[in-house]
């Protein structure tokens, strides 16, 4: 099954976490993917519009805003090495999504309240959820690069997303998978003012001083499909 849209807009929060950590916490098959010994961890917050099956007009697509938890990850699938995201949860304000469960988009969407205010090249961003999950990010468009990220420059943390187009979300026994084929891809850099994400401010997952931010951006206009992989099987430990 491939769904057709365009992202209008996706702002990605990029943390680096203690590869302890993330190993800990990771399912098997999944193994952080490193950057200068540093897993990559962090939030997708994507708008989507004109969302169908392939072959369908635009006229009938879907619009929302999401937002999903990634985690870069590395896995060996016969004899093969492969990249993309673990995504342990994902957050919608369409009903739609969250009801189908999982039909339309992998994995289970919890409903959210998206606010948004975009002007002037200023992105303010956030949702709460019905279990009180939150992320709010304040930010804006720039050409300054962190100098404390682990990645050498924009060009390099492009790759590293690019590469990682394949994500996937716990459903009960399985992972559901998802490839994101991007027509064009091309990101520009945030310079962040504020972000609070209570998933990775969660002590008991992520211990004080595990994580620390990276780097933020930005996404626009970018015709898409998203193709359904087949389920892979979670493996106990």
């Known amino acids: 099954m491939k769904i057709k849209g365009i992202i209008d807009r996706r702002i990605l929060i990029n943390y680096q976490v203690d590869k302890e950590v993330l190993e800990n916490y990771l399912p098997v ?21 004109e969302i169908r099956p392939k072959g369908l007009p635009k006229q009938i697509g879907i619009s929302s805003e999401n937002g999903a938890h990634r985690i870069a990850v590395e896995w060996t699938e016969n ?9 342990p949860r994902r957050d919608t304000s ?18 959210a309240n998206f606010t948004v205010n975009e002007k002037n090249n200023t992105y303010e961003v ?8 939150s992320l709010s990010i304040k930010a804006k468009e720039t050409d300054n690069w962190n100098k404390e990220s682990v ?13 990682g187009s394949i994500g996937y979300s716990p ?18 850099l945030l310079e962040v003012e504020n972000v609070n994400s209570s998933f990775f401010e969660n002590v008991s997952i992520f211990p004080k001083g595990s994580v620390k931010f990276d780097n933020a951006l930005l996404m626009k206009d970018i015709e898409h499909e998203w193709v359904k992989l087949k389920k892979k099987n979670q493996i106990t430990r």
């Open 29 to 49: 098959p999944f193994k952080p993917k490193l950057v200068n010994g540093k897993g990559i961890a962090g939030i997708c917050l994507i708008r989507l519009k």
């Open 79 to 87: 004899g093969i090495q492969k990249e993309g995201v673990y995504i």
């Open 94 to 111: 369409s009903k739609l999504n969250s009801l189908a469960g999982g039909t339309i988009f992998p994995g289970i969407h919890h409903l």
């Open 126 to 133: 956030g949702f709460l959820s019905n279990d009180k999950t």
């Open 151 to 163: 990645f050498k420059n924009l060009q390099h943390v492009s790759n590293f997303f690019e590469d």
């Open 171 to 188: 459903d009960k026994n399985n992972f559901d998978g998802l490839e994101l084929k991007a027509y064009t891809w091309k990101v520009s």
